[in-house]
């Protein structure tokens, strides 16, 4: 059964080894939903890849998922033969697959890929783990793509390392550099997971047997295709070992591992004919100054992950084990509070009372300071859990697909008579806001019917109802955190309950029942953040100037992400820097949930208490 949450994802593979292993962790992993998959002619052709594809779907159980056949050739040449050296003639390492009763769809996989982009506008995920063929015809016949293109992950090129196929090149990028230029020139959020990584996570044999032994049918046959892998990679690697490729790709998109080095950079593809054909320039020259965000920049390159991937990628397959009860998946953070539709007008400068401010530009996108928490925390820690009230309208539709999208468990908000809650907003240039919040179906938020375990975090606000964030702090076993916003006197009773209490100067200045809380954070926009202990500073952390868009989000991810680190054993100063870190990320982008990487981005490296985390500190983390 597909996980509430579950993000969509279109798959284009060139079907061979690893890609099976791919395939299996996305229909393992409960925050995935295959839309559909399109082959493309790389380790093999594309209509034995589709063979392949459909035949190991039909063993995982998803014969239901549709399979499309895309491009035979490259752009302007001819398909070379594949690689039957690294995966055997068919791509199956000489295993011969059970054939399904299932076959591909009629629909080309361009085709397939635009309109699936079209019925999930801004939500669907695609992962390309061959050649970008498919891709770059897609973006040929529909220019507009990338503006409803969630993201693309591509497993692709090589940064700092050799290539695999020439002295330069990448075997996937190689195929077909013209496409693989298109697509990564194109207006769209790309991230390149290249062999840099994928190189530095294997798979040694005793872990191969260990995906031998899960008891699904699936899995003998991937253990058996894997030793005919593990045959050309020792060669390589000099000992019994397999490359994570695709697998590891499949899971950087599905946001299930966390990343320790992924700068967002320019790159380029030669598409010349000499030596270099093939290759990814990465322009890494601010490696030295922690690579800042470069003007134009818009491809995020995975260097780095935060731990080792093949433990990983073992505990996702055996949840496929048919014989092993499956361990649920507990968010990393839950959020009781208010979920809105933010109707935010940009503006050159905010009215003053009684004026009327003309020449702004309207959007309308998901917010509300709860929600905005939960999506945060989604992104950050890769799950979270958001309890709260939509009303049954449009507007629920629409704040509830875009939370599921992101990742949050939105199972325990209620649908309710009363119209989903509405913020109206102005920005002026400065990235300065004027809010007013209508509560609408916050109004009805309740707890009743929600069960809250002693290892769950919970954090609240105050744009639900006072004596629901009592309630909920009164149900809460475990760790209670409140941001205390927007400023409103608290009961004695609250106060106490509360083992973290996050404001901002102005509604510190406003709430004198913080003086003596036990834990309380306070933001001071450009001059950063403190944490304080009955009134006594207890840590602090720096500011640092960062150009602001919008500071209407930045507030939340500063909640969401000081929380998450506190709860998961940092310590108060380190805790604070990588919230300054996440909250000066938000400010640069315009939307109420802006996208953030794995909290462990944000993280000052140990010892290192001088270093400016990646993205520097908060401006105005507290305002919002």
């Known amino acids: 059964m597909a996980d509430p949450a579950a ?4 798959l284009d593979c060139d079907t061979g080894i690893d890609d099976a292993i791919a395939l299996a962790y996305l229909v393992a992993t409960p925050s995935v939903e295959l839309r559909g998959i399109g082959t493309v002619s790389g380790n093999t052709d594309a209509v034995t890849a589709a063979r392949n594809t459909v035949d190991l779907l039909a063993l995982l159980g998803r014969p239901d998922i549709p399979v499309a ?9 001819r398909f070379g033969g594949g690689s039957p050296e690294v995966h055997g003639g068919s791509g199956t390492g000489g295993v011969q697959l059970p054939r399904a009763a299932a076959e591909p769809v009629a629909e080309p996989a361009e085709a397939m890929l635009i309109r699936l982009a079209h019925e999930h506008p801004g939500e669907l995920h695609v992962v390309a783990i061959g050649p970008l063929t498919n ?4 973006l040929r016949q529909d220019p507009a793509l990338p503006e409803v293109v969630g993201s693309v992950t591509v497993m692709g090129g090589a940064a700092l390392v050799p290539g695999n196929r020439t002295p330069a090149a990448e075997a996937n990028i190689l195929s077909d550099p013209e496409a693989a230029a298109e697509v990564l020139a194109a207006p769209w959020e790309v991230t390149l997971v290249p062999l840099d990584v994928t190189m530095a996570n294997l798979l040694d044999e005793g872990q191969r047997e260990q995906i031998a032994a899960v008891e699904h049918p699936v899995m003998p046959v991937l253990a058996a295709m894997l030793e005919h892998y593990t045959g050309f990679y020792t060669g390589i690697l000099g000992r019994p070992s397999s490359a994570l490729h695709d697998p590891l790709a499949a899971a950087v998109a599905a946001g299930t591992v966390d990343l320790g080095l992924a700068p967002v950079v320019r790159v380029q593809v030669d598409t010349t004919d000499g030596p270099g054909r093939g290759q990814t320039i990465c322009d890494l020259r601010g490696r030295y100054a922690g690579y800042p965000t470069a003007t134009g920049a818009r491809c995020r390159v995975v260097l780095e992950l935060a731990e080792d991937f093949a433990p990983h990628l073992l505990r996702t397959l055996r949840r496929l084990d048919r014989s092993a009860p499956v361990e649920p998946v507990r968010p990393a953070l839950t959020v009781v509070g208010s979920i809105n539709i933010d109707l935010t007008a940009a503006c050159e400068r905010l009215p003053a009372p009684g004026e009327t401010v003309g020449g702004a530009t309207l959007h309308r996108q998901p917010g509300g300071k709860g929600a905005n928490q939960a999506v945060a925390a989604a992104r950050l820690a890769g799950r979270s859990r958001m309890v709260g009230a939509v009303g049954d309208d449009p507007d629920g539709d629409a704040v509830l697909r875009s939370m599921a999208v992101a990742g949050v468990d939105t199972t325990g908000i209620g649908r309710v008579p009363a119209p989903t809650g509405t913020a109206l907003i102005a920005v002026d240039r400065h990235g300065e806001n004027q809010i007013v919040v209508c509560a609408g179906a916050n109004a009805e938020v309740s707890v009743d019917h929600v069960t809250f375990a002693p290892e769950d975090v919970v954090l609240c606000q105050l744009e639900i109802e006072l004596d629901a964030v009592r309630e909920t702090a009164r149900r809460t076993p475990g760790y209670f955190a ?12 609250l106060v106490d309950r509360c083992d973290l209490i996050i404001v901002n100067e102005t509604e510190y200045a406003r709430i004198p029942e913080l003086a003596d809380a036990r834990l309380v954070a306070v ?16 840590a602090s952390a720096p500011g640092h100037p960062v150009d602001v868009v919008s500071t209407v989000g930045a507030g939340d991810a500063f909640c969401a992400a000081l929380v998450l680190a506190l709860t998961s054993g940092h310590d108060h100063g380190t805790a604070l820097r990588a919230a300054n870190a996440v909250g000066a990320h938000a400010v640069g982008d315009p939307s109420s949930q802006p996208a953030l990487l794995p909290l462990a981005h944000y993280l000052p490296a140990p010892g290192d208490a001088g270093r400016t985390p990646p993205t520097g500190g908060a401006r105005s983390a507290g305002r919002s």
């Open 7 to 10: 993000r969509p994802v279109y």
């Open 69 to 77: 056949v895309g491009a035979q050739h490259p752009l302007g040449s």
């Open 135 to 138: 891709l770059a015809r897609a």
């Open 482 to 493: 409140l941001n205390a916003a927007p400023a409103l006197p608290l009961p004695a009773d």
């Open 523 to 538: 933001t001071y926009g450009a001059e950063g953040s403190a944490l304080y202990e009955h009134g006594r500073k207890v």
